[in-house]
Structures are given as C-alpha cells and as structure tokens.
C-alpha cells in the first residue's frame, strides 16, 4: 500500500496568513492527489483533484502543486471559515490511501 | 445536483451485521463508481472499496475482505454496504464517496455495543 505522510498534524495561523500543508506519498504517484476540507460533524469536502486543479465553486485562495510523490495545498490568505482539518487522498492505487489530516485552527 | 443520501445511525450489538445504504440523484448513477470509506477518531480514514454500479464489478482493501460486501441497486440508484461479524473497531463514521470522490455521502455511525 502506499502510505501518504501529511505535515503538520496541527497547524495555528491567523487571519490573512498564507499556510501551507504536505502530503508525501512512498512512491510516485503522479498527479493523482486531492485534497479535502473536512468541517467537525460534516462529510469531506473536495478542494483540489489531480494536485492543482481547483473544484468548482472552491475559492481562488486554495490551491494546490506538487506530482510524483510530495505534494502541498496552499491556502493564500487565511479566512475563518477556513477552520477545519485538511486531507490528502492518493487514488493512483489501490488501495486508495488518504493522508493523516491537518487540524487548522485560528491563533 | 449531485446529492449521496446516507442511512441514519445505528447501534448494533457484537457479533451482529448491518447493512448501511446511499441513495444517489443528480447524475448517472451507473456512470460512476462508488467508493466506501471509514471515519475513526484517531485513526483517519481508511478506504473500504469500490463498485462499479454499471455491472456490479468490486473492489476491496484487502483489510476488509470478509468484513464489508458492497451491492448496488440499479433500481432505486442505491449502494449498500453491508458490514458482518462487528466488533468494536467497527465502531465508525462510514460514508460513500461517488467516482473520483468528487461528493461525499453526510456519513452513516455505526455503533457496536451490547
């Protein structure tokens, strides 16, 4: 299986700040990475699919680079709607394996 | 659009089975595969398998083999998870994710406690 290694586990940013979350995958996995906001209580929200390419309806502040095996979503001026914990989901093989999350809280 | 409506929560006792479903509407519920996943505090999310609504062709994480049988029912545009011989670890979020995970189902708990 490949394991998907995301850094920080826990991240304290303010307002306006431009944070930056990892995901590093055992082996190369191409482009084939999303990214995910998940809310406490609700299902996962889908950001970024294929690495960089942002889904529609999702602000311009996210976004997302990286191919092969590391990988980094981007949010560029952070809001406080933004509190949630982020994932990585790898879906280059099977299994599917996701990331260990990101918790993002405001400072 | 594209909507998974999940089953509601349920507490089952060990040894026991439960059978979780997702209603989809919006798309072409043949079209797109849908993928099961599991949600435990502390441990992430594990992805349980896959089915091809189209011709019933599966797919599972080897861990789960023996644990979860997805089906699906052209039908009525539903999936089903069914999840036997629960232990506590089954204790979980268990939610449906349609394709390329693009939409997500609310999430369905289930709880195993006797």
């Known amino acids: 299986d490949i394991q998907m290694t995301q850094s920080p586990s826990f991240l304290s940013a303010s307002v306006g700040d431009r944070v930056t979350i990892n995901c590093k995958a055992s082996?190369?996995?191409?482009?084939?990475l999303n990214w995910y906001q998940q809310k406490l209580g609700e299902a996962p929200k889908l950001l970024i699919y294929?690495?960089?390419s942002l889904q529609t309806g999702i602000p311009s502040r996210f976004s997302g680079s990286g191919s092969g095996t590391d990988f980094t979503l981007t949010i560029s001026s952070l809001q406080p709607e933004d509190v949630a914990t982020y994932f990585c989901?790898?879906?280059?093989?099977?299994?599917?394996?996701f990331g260990g999350g990101t918790k993002l809280e405001l400072k | 659009q594209v909507q998974l409506q999940q089953s509601g929560a349920e507490l089952v006792k060990p040894g026991s089975s439960v059978k979780i479903s997702c209603k989809a509407s919006g798309y072409t519920f043949t079209s797109y595969d849908m993928h099961w996943i599991k949600q435990q505090p502390g441990n992430g999310l594990e992805w349980i398998g896959w089915?091809?609504?189209?011709?019933?062709?599966?797919k599972y994480n080897q861990k789960f083999n023996g644990k979860a049988t997805l089906t699906a029912d052209k039908s009525s545009s539903t999936a089903y998870m069914q999840l036997s011989s629960l232990t506590s670890e089954d204790s979980a979020v268990y939610f449906c994710a349609r394709g390329v995970m693009d939409a997500w189902g609310q999430g369905a708990s289930v709880t195993v406690s006797s």
């Open positions: 294929n690495a960089n």
């Open positions: 089915i091809y609504p189209g011709n019933g062709n599966t």
């Open positions: 082996q190369n996995i191409n482009r084939y």
């Open positions: 989901l790898q879906h280059n093989s099977w299994p599917r394996t």
